[in-house]
């Protein structure tokens, strides 16, 4: 297997492994939501406050960050972006050492 390929398999593996973590963080936020409920309302765990909504609004909020890294966030932020910054800060610096060597070789021959 070529190098690009196999990168190209790691990156679709890595991001399988993404995915699957977060449906099986859907399907625990799902169940442990309903816990939540029941615990509160039928098996009367502080009743007198419905403290499974904080609760159920806490984890939402985790899951909807965990949803937002897993499709927006490494979606663009891929291999091809790293590569990319790579390349652009390679050129900077590359650009920075030719003037440095510039300078340097102006002050050294002030004849040229």
Do not use: C
């Amino acid at each position: 297997m070529e190098i690009d390929q196999h990168e190209l398999y790691e990156y679709a593996r890595q991001r399988l492994k993404q995915k699957k973590r977060l449906y099986f963080h859907f399907v625990l936020f799902f169940i442990g939501s309903i816990f939540m409920i029941i615990a509160n309302k039928l098996l009367d765990v502080k009743p007198e406050t419905n403290w499974y909504q904080w609760g159920i609004t806490i984890w939402g909020f985790i899951f909807v960050l965990h949803f937002i890294r897993v499709f927006i966030t490494d979606s663009f932020m891929n291999k091809k972006w790293e590569r990319a910054q790579i390349d652009k800060l390679i050129m900077k610096q590359e650009r920075k050492l030719e003037q440095i060597e510039k300078d340097f070789n102006q002050k050294n021959n002030p004849s040229q």
